[in-house]
């Protein structure tokens, strides 16, 4: 009697979750929340109002990954400057790249912009492909396919629930589709400050008309926006940035060309579920249908 006494004691402290899961951004974040249901406890370490290009690794970062069983990244070297060296800091072999709880959004999915010169004069290029996958609700969709495999490599025992929850992820995307494409349809296009809405532009089969870095990760200059409006005069469209990207050139290139600049964010807000998602994309969807 005894005996079954402590045995419920240890059943009662014990977690809840059969996974401590660390995401790098709030996409990803949403998506370990929507596949691992009640299984998983996720943090994430990017606020969705900062660029995740440019963080640094923090001892709070440290600290979440020291316990995780599966750190959920972006990848294709988003998050290069600051997850390699927090991931070594927290010295958990589990979790280091190669290993089953280290996972790639940007590696299930082909990625566009794969290839270019690997030249640092051309900018922050990504080299291995551009890792700003989250914006495309397919590429997410089959990105939850691949994490609810390795959830249930994890975890066995929870192995149904994974693949169930990424299959009604998925059915939810593809009740979406239409919708979107529709209102999308007929959208003069969009001019963004990094290369960040390509796999939304391409998905919704909306003109993708520029950037207001001349190359990824250097600053507007006055020379490329005037190159840049010269080579929209006449058209129409509309200008997208970031709250965390400034404003300048934006409003320059507005000024050029007399179209609208409207501040959207690339990520849910934090802890987001599937439905913050889709929100986002209802969000992007709603302004680049505008753009006519
Ligand atoms: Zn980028």
């Known amino acids: 009697m005894r005996r079954l006494w402590v045995l419920l004691g240890l059943l009662a402290v014990g977690p809840a979750w059969a996974l401590q899961v660390v995401a790098t951004t709030a996409s990803m974040g949403m998506l370990a929340r929507t596949v691992g249901g009640p299984q998983v406890q996720v943090s994430e370490l990017a606020p969705p109002d900062r660029d995740a290009h440019m963080l640094q690794a923090r001892p709070s970062m440290l600290r979440a990954l020291r316990d995780a069983q599966l750190v959920v990244a972006v990848g294709a070297e988003l998050e290069i400057g600051w997850l390699p060296a927090a991931i070594s800091g927290a010295a958990?072999?589990?979790?280091?790249?190669?290993?089953?709880?280290?996972?790639?959004?940007?590696?299930?999915?082909?990625?566009?912009?794969?290839?270019?010169?690997?030249?640092?004069?051309?900018?922050?290029?990504?080299?291995?492909?551009?890792?700003?996958?989250?914006?495309?609700?397919?590429?997410?969709?089959?990105?939850?396919?691949?994490?609810?495999?390795?959830?249930?490599?994890?975890?066995?025992?929870?192995?149904?629930?994974?693949?169930?929850?990424?299959?009604?992820?998925?059915?939810?995307?593809?009740?979406?589709?239409?919708?979107?494409?529709?209102?999308?349809?007929?959208?003069?296009?969009?001019?963004?400050?990094?290369?960040?809405?390509?796999?939304?532009?391409?998905?919704?089969?909306?003109?993708?008309?520029?950037?207001?870095?001349?190359?990824?990760?250097?600053?507007?200059?006055?020379?490329?926006?005037q190159t840049l409006a010269a080579r929209l005069a006449g058209k129409k469209g509309v200008i997208v940035h970031t709250p965390y990207q400034p404003a300048a050139g934006a409003e320059k290139l507005a000024t050029l060309t007399g179209w609208p600049v409207v501040v959207l964010p690339i990520e849910p807000p934090a802890g987001s579920e599937a439905q913050g998602y889709f929100e986002l994309i209802d969000r992007w969807v709603d302004v680049l249908a505008r753009a006519r």
Do not use: C
Request: hydrophobic share 45%.
């Open 92 to 225: 958990n072999g589990a979790i280091a790249p190669g290993r089953p709880g280290y996972f790639e959004a940007a590696a299930q999915v082909p990625l566009l912009d794969a290839g270019l010169a690997a030249d640092r004069a051309q900018g922050d290029v990504h080299p291995g492909g551009n890792p700003h996958v989250n914006l495309d609700p397919l590429r997410m969709a089959a990105i939850s396919k691949a994490l609810a495999e390795r959830l249930a490599q994890l975890d066995p025992a929870n192995a149904a629930g994974y693949r169930e929850r990424a299959q009604g992820f998925a059915a939810a995307v593809d009740a979406r589709v239409p919708t979107w494409k529709r209102k999308a349809a007929g959208s003069a296009g969009v001019v963004s400050f990094h290369k960040d809405v390509v796999y939304l532009t391409g998905f919704l089969g909306v003109p993708f008309l520029g950037t207001l870095e001349p190359v990824p990760g250097v600053a507007p200059t006055a020379s490329h926006l």
